[in-house]
């Protein structure tokens, strides 16, 4: 049972998170290309509401997704089981989740 619900969280945050990195990666271009500096994009960015919900969604969404993948690839190609794999990815899971956080507040608190 567990394994079918990793696999539904996994797709599903797949679909959240392939329109969010489309949309940042196109931002990231015209930023770019329009000459902006980084500190004129945080200056932009701070205090936004809207930027924080963004990339708060957009790092939960990798936070679910990326320790699912990294758990099936190790168990597939080490033959690493059990309990041991599933806490790592865990604790892989929430490091994601307070480091984007802190990204987060860092840029739209500053």
Excluded at 39 to 60: H, K, M, N, P, Q
């Amino acid at each position: 049972m567990i394994e079918v619900r990793l696999y539904a969280a996994q797709r599903l945050s797949a679909m959240i998170l392939a329109p969010l990195v489309i949309v940042h990666l196109i931002l990231i271009l015209l930023a770019v290309e329009g000459g902006l500096t980084a500190a004129e994009i945080l200056d932009r960015t701070r205090g936004s509401i809207g930027w924080a919900a963004f990339y708060g969604i957009f790092v939960l969404a990798a936070a679910i997704h990326a320790p699912i993948g990294l758990r099936n690839v190790i168990r597939e190609h080490t033959g690493w089981r059990g309990e041991g794999v599933d806490k790592a990815m865990i604790g892989l899971g929430i490091l994601l989740f307070v480091l984007g956080g802190r990204a987060i507040l860092a840029v739209v608190v500053g």
